[in-house]
């Protein structure tokens, strides 16, 4: 059984970062796809970064020179490092992984982008 747990999110000013890390309980996390999305008030979920098991990255336009996702197979981790961060980014961020056609999510950690 899988399981993700957000940690990280918080408030900073317009133009800071913050760090959020996923822990995932399981087996075989190398072997995982993983991924970060979000959902902002009265707005669908978005996927935002992912990461597959090889190390390679995909991002959304919006966050592109902005986050990076990485991650850490000693751990169990995934991390997404925001930087130069937009009131726009103001959001719940998500963990996300499949497997076996079955998804799996964390509960979310809140960004809040405000001066």
Do not use: H
């Not at 399981?3 to 309980?25: I, K, Y």
């Not at 963990?95 to 999510?105: A, D, L």
């Amino acid at each position: 059984q899988v399981q993700l747990v957000e940690s990280g999110g918080g408030l900073v000013q317009p133009g800071g970062s913050l760090r959020l890390s996923c822990a995932f309980t399981g087996s075989n996390f190398n072997l995982y796809n993983m991924g970060w999305y979000r959902q902002a008030p009265g707005k669908q979920r978005e996927w935002v970064a992912n990461i597959g098991f090889s190390f390679t990255t995909n991002y959304a336009d919006s966050v592109k020179g902005r986050f990076t996702i990485s991650r850490d197979n000693a751990k169990n981790t995934v991390y997404l490092q925001m930087d130069n961060l937009e009131p726009e980014d103001t959001a719940v961020y998500f963990c996300n992984t499949g497997t076996g056609g079955r998804m799996y999510w964390g509960q979310g950690t809140q960004v809040t982008v405000s001066s």
